[in-house]
Each structure stands twice: as C-alpha cells, then as structure tokens.
C-alpha cells in the first residue's frame, strides 16, 4: 500500500521506522547490561522497589484507621508497649500510636514530599537556567543574581524560617524545601546549556530557520538533562532526610501523624527512659529504631541508584 500524497510504501515507512528506532533501542539495550554490572545499583533499585512497593501497598498492609485522614495513626492513650504486646508488631509509641502503622503508611509520606519537591524544584530550576544559558546578557544576569541570593542563605535557615512564618506543617515543610531546592538546578542546567548550545546539530536546527523556543526546548534541553537526572535521583532521599530532619526539630506535623522524623522525634525523649508493662521493664528502642531505619534505607536506596544512573548517563564513566 502507498500514500498517494507522500508516495511512501507502508514497508518503507516501516523500515525508515525501524532504521531510526535500532540504534536508540542498542542504547537501551547496552544501558541496562552497565545497570546490570553494578551491584550497589541492584541493591538500591531493589531497596526502591521495595520501598515504593510498601507506599502503594500501605491500605492493604495497614489499613487505614481513619479513612478520611490514614495519616493519622491509630492510638490507645496508654503506656507504650514492646513489639509483639498486644497484636502490635512493632510496638506502640508516644500516646499509645502504633509504630507498625506509621512505618508503612510514612512509607507514602516520604515519596510524595520527596517527588513533589523534587519534580517542582527541577521544573522551575530547568525553565529559569535555560533561559539564562541560551538567550544570555541581561536575561541570564537577572537570572543568575536572584539565583545567587537563594544560594547565599543557608538552605535549611531558609526553610526553617518559612516554616515558621506559614506555620508548621508537613505541607509548609514541602514549600519551604520546593523554595531553597531549585536554584542548584538552575544552576546545572544553564552550564549544560551554555555548554551543549555551540553543537553543531543546534547550530543546524539554527540554519534551517527553527524558532528560537525550539532549539532551546527541543534540541538543547532535553540533551542537557542528563545531570539534572543524576542530580534529582540523589535529591529525592536528601529532602526525605532535611524534612525529617525539620520535623524533628518541631517544624513538621504535629505528634501521631505517620511521618518519620516526627516519629523518631516523639521517640528521642525515650532515648535513656525505661517504661513498665507488665511489671517488666523495658527501654523502648523501638519507638525511633524502627522510623530511623526506614529514613536510613531510603536515602541509601535513591543514593545508590542516583550513583548508578551516573555511571549509566556520564559518556566519561562509559568507555
């Protein structure tokens, strides 16, 4: 069959398909055997997996306690028990909160603060260094001098103050990280730019009289966002770490909400204490052990799978 407008066959439609897809589906092919050398890249893809598995698994492992709200954890007001009393596998906390409970259901906490942050960050980092690396003059000063004032303060000073103006919450902990977050990636993006603009393939797409907008944002971004991959692969467990760390110190929610580190800090002041059930007594490990592991493989996980990802994506690292 032939398009009469075109005077293209089917099968040669098919084969011009088939001679642009090969070499990119090589790439992909030879990208997963690089992933496949790494071992620290397995354990962290794997140690994801599972994580992410457990978020979206979180109604049937623990099922909500109060539909309306399932962060909130369920409680019995009564003096914390060891794990395994009463049906609590992981013990219960602060206030009676079950730990079972805020461990699977902040598994989903942690990946929507993180992804979210992450994803906003990254887009307003990417569409401002953009601008600034391609039209350059007085575009990229303005830019770049904003940027730089974002960078002169201390992030987690920065955080820490909006989240004491707009009050605490874990959503005022996702915008006051989405607010010190972004400048590093316009910061990453812009050198990618300025450096992948004086390509001869741009220089082509140029020369045939494409708009300005899309040379930036069809032939340079995208061959620009290999870094801000890496970068933004390593950032998901860096802001589950810096917002648990803001819940810690009392900027997060408030205390039975399933969220790691407001859970470890409801466990801190246990630390060195000793609680009675049953006439035994117990130091209670288990109300910030089991929350601070969960933070501990988290970052590990994106971590190492940020690193590999560089191993994949760095032209450098793949020879």
């Not at 902990?173 to 990453?188: E, F, N, Q, S």
């Not at 929350?291 to 493989?297: A, E, K, Y």
Request: proline residues 6%; positive net charge; aromatic residues 12%.
């Amino acid at each position: 069959m032939t398009d009469k407008k075109s005077g293209i066959s089917a099968a040669s439609a098919f084969g011009q398909f088939k001679k642009s897809i090969t070499p990119r589906m090589r790439e992909i092919r030879f990208s997963m055997y690089l992933a496949r050398k790494s071992l620290l890249a397995m354990i962290g893809l794997a140690i994801v997996i599972i994580i992410v598995s457990i978020a979206l698994l979180a109604p049937v492992l623990a099922p909500p306690a109060n539909p309306l709200d399932p962060m909130q954890m369920p409680r019995d007001f009564m003096t914390p028990k060891p794990p395994g009393a009463e049906g609590y596998a992981f013990g219960t906390g602060k206030l009676g909160t079950d730990i079972y409970y805020g461990v699977i259901w902040g598994a989903r906490t942690s990946i929507y603060v993180s992804v979210f942050v992450v994803m906003i960050a990254a887009f307003v980092g990417i569409i401002l260094g953009s601008l600034a690396g391609f039209y350059g003059g007085l575009i990229d000063e303005v830019l770049m001098r904003v940027t730089d004032v974002f960078l002169s303060i201390p992030s987690l000073i920065l955080a820490m103050a909006v989240c004491a103006v707009l009050g605490r919450s874990l959503d005022n902990i996702m915008l006051a990280l989405t607010m010190v977050w972004w400048p590093p990636y316009a910061r990453l993006i812009r050198g990618q730019v300025l450096s992948v603009r004086e390509s001869v393939y741009v220089e082509a797409a140029r020369a045939v009289g494409s708009k300005k907008s899309r040379v930036l944002f069809r032939h340079i971004v995208p061959n620009s966002l290999s870094p801000i991959l890496v970068s933004a692969t390593m950032d998901i467990g860096v802001v589950v770490l810096v917002a648990a760390g803001l819940s810690y110190i009392g900027f997060g929610p408030p205390s039975g909400t399933a969220e790691w580190g407001k859970m470890v800090s409801d466990g801190q002041q246990y630390f060195t204490g000793t609680i009675f059930y049953e006439g035994v007594a117990y130091n209670p490990w288990w109300m910030w052990v089991f929350p601070g592991t969960m933070i501990f493989f988290f970052v590990m996980g994106f971590n190492l799978l940020g690193d590999g990802l560089r191993d994949i994506l760095d032209p450098r690292l793949r020879r």
